[in-house]
């Protein structure tokens, strides 16, 4: 590692029951390589264990159907505003809790339980050494695999997961459910897609800024609430990062579930 001060970080785990796309998808029984279900939101949590101590992740949530749950697997809850209209709101309201502001808070979504710890260790080394990024969040290129699961949604006319650009500076350019850049099965030398990895990583300030920021047609329109970052002038860092053991993918849909189970089962994932 670069020289630079300890980061002093906090993984918060946001969830909520009422998803329009998914309801109760916190909930989902999700079976590892031994046939053992797990919920949604026990291996997010596992996830984030995997990155950071235990004492220093929270789940938060507005429903007692994922609070009860999630104290009964040893996870901190921290309980949120059922007005929350996105993670970024969630954590903003869950910062307020804390006894101790931290450096750095990380947003670890609850539907990214394949986020290995490596990228948490990315985001947080990006925001120890570039003190000016305010809000920074994961990119990984997408391998052939992946890519062909993004086209499947976009065929079959779901909302899966996201893509990002980003400029020389590794700042955001946009984010989309569409595929960015324009794909058109071009050869394998041209530019690169870049799924965005649900994590981010924000400066406290930034969070409370958050909340005073206007939503803007983008971000309506998307579903993205990153896109409230960039609508205001405000950049967001892209992270690239090197893919993990086992491939990467976001439960966004009831068909992401197979998809899941089966990267579990390939990477013998418990």
């Known amino acids: 590692m670069k020289g630079g001060r300890r980061v002093q970080a906090v ?8 998803s329009s796309r998914f309801p109760g998808k916190p909930l989902a029984a999700i079976r590892g390589a031994t046939g053992q279900a797990r919920s949604l939101i026990r291996r997010s949590w596992d996830a984030a264990c995997a990155a950071l101590p235990p004492a220093q992740v929270f789940v938060l949530t507005d429903s007692a159907e994922i609070a009860e749950p999630a104290r009964g697997f040893g996870a901190q809850v921290l309980m949120t505003p059922a007005g929350c209209r996105n993670g970024s709101e969630r954590c903003a309201a869950a910062l307020e809790q804390l006894e101790t502001r931290p450096d750095v808070v990380i947003n670890l979504q609850g539907d990214a339980l394949l986020t290995p710890p ?33 086209l499947a949604d976009r065929r079959a006319g779901r909302a899966g ?29 041209a530019v690169a897609v870049y799924h965005h990895v649900g994590c981010y990583a924000y400066r406290p300030g930034a969070l409370e800024a958050y909340l005073d920021l206007p939503e803007g047609p983008l971000e309506r329109r998307e579903g993205l609430e990153q896109l409230r970052f960039l609508e205001n002038g ?15 993918w976001e439960l966004n849909n009831p068909s992401d579930i197979p998809i899941i189970e089966a990267i579990l089962a390939r990477g013998g994932l418990v």
């Open 11 to 18: 993984i918060f785990i946001p969830a909520r029951f009422a």
């Open 234 to 248: 405000l950049p967001v860092r892209c992270v690239p990062v090197s893919p993990p053991a086992h491939e990467f």
């Open 161 to 189: 997961a996201t893509t990002a650009v980003f400029d020389a500076r590794r700042d955001a350019l946009y984010f989309s459910k569409e595929i960015l850049p324009h794909y058109d099965d071009a050869p394998a030398d």
């Open 118 to 150: 490596d990228f948490v260790a990315a985001l947080m080394r990006e925001m120890r050494d570039a003190p000016a990024v305010s809000v920074a969040t994961p990119v990984l290129k997408t391998s052939p695999e992946q890519l062909a699961n993004l």
